[in-house]
């Protein structure tokens, strides 16, 4: 769609990347600011021009189609070379917007989606109008990135989460397919699926299906394999964990094939693909199943991607994943820093014992630690660099401290963390999954 | 935009710093670990080569040296002044302070507190000194003289008293734990003009080594950091001239004891920067012997399918990003006019925690090869703990952090 538009200047480049993104986000604050809503309205033509679709059922039909030959890209961000903690323009408007999102719409529906397991319609709607799904995906396929970039990925994970980790799961796992497909498809596979993501009435969903149900499970290690015959891979296997699995347009697995894990794109209407229920302690909005795969016959050309793209998406999971546990240790610290200096015991309010006042100091050190962690480890991929080490160092992080985090937020509280009445005990459930969950995220 | 690598501009600064480690501290850590109390001249020697790396524009040094103070210097950590708020993202002195404290300590934590010039007391008088008298001092080794023998932590309960005497001021009390105190041309210490007027009354004076009033009781022996001298002093009736009171004479109903105590703000992101540099020390010894001993970490891998020593030091390594990171965020911020005591307190209170465990845990790790003298992984472990202790304790960071977040005032939150 980009080619219908006059070619921006270099100035207006830089702008563009925010720009279609908050255009969707229509009576958020982020628009009082006079010079956005002057830029914005340059752009505003597009959502005037989107006819009404017909909503499409849940496992929709992809019909095969042919690429131009050569895969489309996300533009790596340019390199800087300053030490700096201030996001660019665009991410903080990016941030600001997505902020909103946790802050009017996440936040208040995070109780009743946990109990429920379901994302309610209007949380679906707002975010998919804001395009947090589209974020990793280029103009030209449809998409709102001029540059992808792990880092604003990372930003808006952080504040989804902040709003309610389980919403965020949901509302950004088909984000993680279009991803995949943008960093790792060919034109084909590009031209066959995309669409359905970047469709604005109704955006597909999906799933980044990696992790499996045994104990020590090494996502380099899959179980499921995939066994190539003739123009076919068969595969067998089971997915845990898999987000929205029983309403879910498209899965991309993992699979060891020719002895080697690799991506498959598996539409859930191929025969031998089954999905039962898989409720777990937390990302209970996100609705997760166990995806079985039995005898389930795909094209050879579903493969996704390298052994290498594989590993990638593994790293650039559980990167996206520490952010989203910045995000909710985040709201722990916010909670308990007002709570404990309300809450009067012995005559006082506790924070001001040390032992309450330490606890709340060490959630907000190792809160921080990790924040930095993450951001490093995402301006590295931004970068080109090498970030295995970081995203290995965010990763051991998020399980040493996130859970301790959740449990002092509890602990805090007291009796009255370990109840429904406040959303201590939620954010516990949630941080615990944080440092184990494979895939589903991607940054 | 957020990046958190060493910006290219330093990077010759920090090989420099690193050069320095390794070539000149480490092959006599040991000795001078062993010979406490005996001057290290290797590092006169290696003068030209540390002033080399002060002077070397971008950077305030190995240590907190803040003798410049010219138009257009940089803001230097332990030099007080900030930098002004500028739209543009600065990248420092503070930043390239931390980043050459960082090598400097991984090579030695102790040789590093003993580089001519770099003391504590330097920083304390590019904090609070007036301009005549950041010339007059500027270039001398100062050490810092502020803890006595009953006032530790709560160092605005100091006994030592400064009374006025026409143009001069007598000093008398006790000082102890003063960093390169024999070594040092001044100490600053901090006394007080009227203990009943609290923590506004306490100002720091700065008293020549040779001034006659001045008294070294001893050395301590130490746990680590052996090659640095621990001095103890008594001040009895030492006079020292009215000019040498650093900064404002006057006792002021408020920002007086704020103002010291800023110093330690100023001072917190170096000690964390040391406490960084001896994990980075102890985790590349270890790695490299647990290397020989067959095991290869996999940052790629779940820690839970690898050996408890695989995962253990990737967990280690973790911490240690963790630390580095807050510490790098402190200076930046003082490079960049921001307020960070918090911060600088946050990247005090990871760091000397992480620096403790890992050291610790290095020997552990590594078995006896970690505990005997033939490695320098016990010096580590040993000299580790000071740097949870100095500048404020761990306790002091996490109350100092609390206080901020909380908004709470010392009276609320004890």
Request: glycine share 10%; charged share 25%; proline share 5%.
């Amino acid at each position: 769609m980009s080619h219908h538009t006059p070619k921006p200047t270099l100035a207006d480049r830089g702008q563009n990347f925010g720009m279609r993104l908050i255009t969707r986000a229509g009576g958020l604050e982020a628009m009082k600011n006079p010079a956005l809503r002057a830029k914005v309205e340059k752009v505003l033509y597009r959502g005037a021009r989107q006819g009404f679709r017909a909503q499409v059922a849940a496992g929709r039909a992809f019909t095969a189609k042919t690429g131009s030959g050569s895969p489309t890209r996300s533009k790596p961000a340019k390199p800087r070379v300053q030490f700096d903690l201030n996001p660019s323009d665009d991410q903080e408007m990016i941030r600001e917007a997505a902020r909103e999102l946790a802050d009017e719409v996440l936040r208040p529906a995070a109780p009743q989606a946990d109990t429920d397991r379901t994302v309610p319609d209007e949380v679906r709607e707002q975010a998919a109008q804001m395009g947090m799904a589209l974020l990793g995906v280029p103009t030209e396929l449809g998409g709102v990135a001029e540059e992808a970039s792990a880092v604003t990925s990372a930003l808006v994970l952080e504040e989804l989460a902040r709003g309610d980790m389980g919403l965020a799961v949901a509302v950004m796992s088909p984000a993680a397919v279009a991803n995949c497909l943008v960093n790792y498809g060919d034109s084909d596979q590009q031209a066959t699926y995309l669409s359905a993501f970047t469709d604005e009435a109704s955006p597909a969903t999906g799933a980044l299906a990696l992790m499996e149900p045994q104990p020590l499970f090494d996502p380099a290690k899959p179980q499921t394999t995939g066994s190539l015959d003739g123009g076919s891979l068969v595969l067998d296997g089971t997915k845990s964990l898999v987000p929205g699995a029983s309403a879910s347009d498209l899965f991309i697995v993992s699979a060891l094939v020719d002895g080697q894990p690799r991506l498959v794109i598996v539409p859930p209407n191929t025969d031998g693909v089954t999905v039962s229920d898989n409720p777990a302690m937390g990302i209970r909005a996100a609705h997760t199943g166990t995806l079985h795969l039995e005898g389930v016959r795909v094209p050879s050309r579903n493969l996704l991607g390298t052994t290498a793209d594989h590993s990638d998406a593994v790293a650039r999971a559980r990167l996206a994943w520490a952010a989203a546990a910045v995000g909710t240790a985040q709201a722990v610290l916010d909670h308990v820093k007002g709570y404990t200096k309300e809450r009067k015991a012995f005559g006082e309010p506790i924070a001001n014992r040390q032992a309450v006042a330490f606890t709340v100091a060490n959630i907000a050190i190792e809160l921080d630690g990790l924040r930095l962690v993450v951001w490093r480890a995402a301006s590295r991929l931004d970068r080109g660099l090498d970030a295995s080490e970081q995203i290995a160092h965010a990763r051991a992080l998020t399980e040493k401290h996130c859970a301790q985090i959740g449990s002092d937020g509890v602990q805090l509280l007291g009796g009255h963390g370990f109840v429904k009445e406040f959303d201590n005990e939620r954010w516990f459930r949630d941080l615990r999954g944080a440092g184990l969950m494979e895939g589903v995220l991607l940054v | 935009m957020i990046d958190l690598e060493v910006p290219k501009k330093f990077i010759p600064l920090v090989k420099q710093a690193a050069g320095l480690a390794d070539e000149v501290f480490r092959p006599i850590s040991r000795k001078y670990d062993l010979a406490e109390h005996e001057y290290p001249r290797e590092l006169d020697l290696m003068s030209a080569v540390i002033d080399g790396l002060s002077d070397s524009g971008a950077s305030q040094g190995a240590g907190a040296r803040t003798t410049s103070g010219g138009a257009g210097e940089p803001a230097g950590v332990g030099a007080g002044s900030r930098a002004g708020k500028t739209k543009e993202t600065v990248n420092g002195s503070n930043l390239s302070s931390v980043l050459s404290i960082m090598q400097t300590c991984r090579g030695d934590v102790g040789l590093t507190l003993s580089i001519p010039r770099q003391g504590l007391g330097n920083a304390a008088i590019a904090a609070v000194a007036n301009d005549e008298q950041k010339q007059r001092y500027g270039s001398k080794w100062a050490a810092m003289a502020i803890t006595e023998p009953d006032t530790g932590s709560d160092s605005g309960a100091i006994r030592t008293t400064a009374t006025k005497d026409g143009d001069e001021y007598v000093l008398n009390g006790e000082k102890i734990f003063v960093t390169s105190g024999e070594r040092a041309e001044l100490v600053v210490v901090w006394a007080t003009l009227d203990r009943s007027l609290g923590k506004r009354a306490i100002k720091s004076f700065v008293v020549r080594r040779d001034n006659p009033g001045l008294k070294l009781v001893r050395l301590e022996h130490k746990l680590g950091i052996r090659a640095s001298d621990t001095a103890a002093f008594s001040l009895d009736n030492c006079r020292v001239p009215a000019d040498d009171l650093l900064g404002d004479p006057e006792i002021r109903t408020e920002g007086g004891f704020g103002g010291a105590m800023q110093t330690f703000d100023n001072t917190r992101p170096l000690v964390a920067a040391m406490a960084v540099g001896l994990t980075r020390a102890s985790l590349d010894l270890a790695t490299e012997l647990l290397e020989k001993a067959g095991i290869t970490p996999d940052p790629s891998a779940p820690l839970h399918t690898q050996s408890y020593a695989a995962a253990r030091l990737l967990q280690m390594e973790a911490d240690y990003e963790s630390a580095y990171l807050l510490t790098l965020r402190a200076a930046w911020m003082a490079d960049n006019g921001k307020p960070n005591s918090m911060q600088a307190s946050m990247a005090k209170a990871k760091a000397g925690r992480t620096c403790v465990d890992v050291a610790l845990s290095c020997v552990q790790l590594c078995g006896a090869t970690g505990y005997a003298e033939t490695e320098l992984l016990e010096k580590w472990a040993r000299d580790s703990k000071i740097l949870d202790i100095f500048e404020g304790t761990q306790q002091i960071q996490l109350l100092v952090v609390a206080r901020r977040l909380l908004e709470l005032s010392s009276s609320e939150l004890k």
